[in-house]
Structure formats: structure tokens, C-alpha cells
């Protein structure tokens, strides 16, 4: 009973992981590279204001590097979240194996470069952002704690899907 409330447990993190993730898409980071007009001034002044908050150099002048990640994350992410939200919380759904494997590959791949411009860039002028970024260790640190989870929760996944006994299942083939 322990292994299994455990397993259920990540799945319901997982579900709620997927199901957040698609509001915030649509919502914040899609206004990188989806015309301005779709959003209302609200909703652009919700990422104006993180922007300026968390000194996202990212999405306040996005580089092309950041808008091809952004492109892969409407195309072959957006359309996987509500799938893999259905998944989690359902439970038990072993088919979602090799596709969980493939995304959390895939976002923390794209969160590496993310993650060291953050750290490592330096934001001053004579850079190529045109967004401010921050400055302080403080400053990069916060804004790391923004992307962070973006990371280690595909992490957490991709360790739940090779490592769980549940989904780590062999095809029986049928016999001919």
C-alpha cells in the first residue's frame, strides 16, 4: 500500500504540474512570440510587471535562442500538457512512459542554457540583452527560483519513469 500511495502521490504532483503549466504558457510565455494583439493589456501588463520585478532579461526582449525554445514549448509541449494531466491524474496509464521520457528530456535540455544565462550572463549594456537583468546574486538567485522547478520537476519525472517498478513494464508479444 506504501509503494502505491507513493506512486499516486507523483502522479497527482505530476497532473497538477502539467495542468498549471498551461495557463502559464498561454498566458505568460507565448507572449514572447505570438502577436501582441492576442493579449489583453492586462495580461501584458501582468509579465510587464514580473519582468521588472524579477529582472527576466528573457522574456522582456527575448533573444531568438529563447523564442526557438518558446516555439518548441507551443508546438510539441502545449499540446502534450493536457494529455499528460489526464495521465497523472487518471493513474496507472503506462503508455504515458516513453512520452514523459521525451518531454522531460527535452525541457531540461532547453532549461541548461537557460539556467547558465541567468547565472553567468552578464547583463550590464555592453551585452547583447536589451531587457535588464539582474545584477545581484540575490537578484539571479529569485529569478532562478522562477525557473528552477521548470527543471527538477521534469527531473523528478524522468527519474519516476525509468525507476518505477509500475511504469518500467516489458511489451508481452503476442505470439504468431
Not at 505568460?28 to 505570438?34: G, I
Not at 502577436?35 to 522582456?60: A, C, H, I, S
Not at 503508455?95 to 527535452?106: E, F, G, K
Request: aromatic share 18%.
Amino acid at each position: 500500500m506504501g509503494a502505491l500511495s507513493i506512486r499516486r502521490g507523483l502522479e497527482w504532483l505530476l497532473g497538477f504540474y502539467f495542468l498549471s503549466h498551461v495557463p502559464i504558457t498561454l498566458l505568460l510565455d507565448l507572449q514572447a512570440v505570438l502577436p501582441r494583439e492576442l493579449y489583453p493589456v492586462e495580461l501584458r501588463n501582468l509579465l510587464k510587471w514580473y519582468t521588472k520585478e524579477f529582472k527576466d532579461p528573457l522574456l522582456q526582449e527575448a533573444p531568438v535562442w529563447f523564442k526557438s525554445f518558446l516555439f518548441c514549448e507551443l508546438v510539441f509541449q502545449l499540446p502534450f500538457f493536457p494529455i499528460a494531466a489526464y495521465a497523472f491524474f487518471k493513474g496507472g496509464c503506462r503508455w504515458i512512459r516513453t512520452p514523459a521520457i521525451t518531454y522531460s528530456v527535452h525541457t531540461m535540455t532547453t532549461l541548461v542554457p537557460i539556467l547558465a544565462t541567468l547565472l553567468f550572463e552578464d547583463f550590464s549594456k555592453a551585452s547583447g540583452f536589451k531587457g535588464q537583468g539582474p545584477e545581484t546574486l540575490h537578484e539571479r538567485l529569485a529569478l532562478l527560483s522562477v525557473y528552477a522547478p521548470y527543471f527538477l520537476i521534469p527531473l523528478l519525472l524522468l527519474l519516476f519513469m525509468l525507476r518505477s517498478p509500475y511504469y518500467k513494464y516489458e511489451e508481452k508479444r503476442k505470439k504468431k
